[in-house]
T-cell receptor, first 115, second 114 residues
Framework: GAGVSQSPRYKVTKRGQDVALRCDPISGHVSLYWYRQALGQGPEFLTYFNYEAQQDKSGLPNDRFSAERPEGSISTLTIQRTEQRDSAMYRC?????????????FGPGTRLLVL | DAKTTQPNSMESNEEEPVHLPCNHSTISGTDYIHWYRQLPSQGPEYVIHGLTSNVNNRMASLAIAEDRKSSTLILHRATLRDAAVYYCILRDAGYGGSQGNLIFGKGTKLSVKP
């Protein structure tokens, strides 16, 4: 079946612009996660949802970052007033349900470059 | 979150077993040991997890020390496709709020030689 999809796959933007990154999880998956990954580093947790409820946003770097999942399926990560330091790979993952033994399935990522 | 220590890199020959070590001396009683791997240009993928007993699945085996302060991921016969970064992660069994998030370190980059 279809895996996690993300769009766009690549995004180049100018400093100060807003960007919206989309994640389409595996159908029926309750939990959805956002991570950011710098080159040569492991993914860094940003936030997660169960259904439409944002359960933890402790990993969001600052208030320019926000995420939503209004209908409990597709999610959008928005970065306002982008800065060069926001350049990274943004990855989305979903799982059937959060808990012991949970397997997170990761998408291909969106590579963001802020000029 | 509890920390893990892994070698930065390891090399293996194709079709030989590979033992990837992970130290987690500050592990708590409610921490599960999870392994994910990330193939080049792809997102991470789940490999295996365990609490106290050794675990086996179609991808790998996980050997957990009796005191749980270390563990070893075992690939029984490495293939070229197993070349990846392997992440050892401690994950709290509590899943409310910020508990139980996957906290990735830098992992071990495994190279497999033909």
């Amino acid at each position: 079946g279809a895996g996690v999809s993300q769009s766009p796959r690549y995004k180049v933007t100018k400093r100060g612009q807003d960007v919206a990154l989309r994640c389409d999880p595996i159908s029926g998956h309750v939990s959805l996660y956002w991570y950011r990954q710098a080159l040569g580093q492991g993914p860094e947790f940003l936030t997660y949802f169960n259904y439409e409820a944002q359960q933890d946003k402790s990993g969001l770097p600052n208030d320019r970052f926000s995420a939503e999942r209004p209908e409990g399926s597709i999610s959008t990560l928005t970065i306002q007033r982008t800065e060069q330091r926001d350049s990274a790979m943004y990855r989305c993952a979903s799982s059937l349900v959060r808990g012991i033994g949970e397997t997170q399935y990761f998408g291909p990522g969106t590579r963001l470059l802020v000029l | 979150d509890a920390k893990t220590t892994q070698p930065n890199s390891m090399e293996s020959n194709e079709e030989e077993p590979v033992h990837l070590p992970c130290n987690h001396s500050t592990i708590s009683g409610t921490d599960y040991i999870h392994w994910y791997r990330q193939l080049p240009s792809q997102g991470p993928e789940y490999v295996i997890h365990g609490l106290t007993s050794n675990v086996n699945n179609r991808m790998a085996s996980l050997a957990i020390a009796e005191d749980r302060k270390s563990s070893t991921l075992i690939l029984h016969r490495a293939t070229l496709r197993d070349a990846a970064v392997y992440y050892c992660i401690l994950r709290d069994a509590g899943y409310g709020g910020s508990q139980g998030n996957l906290i990735f370190g830098k992992g071990t980059k495994l190279s497999v030689k033909p």
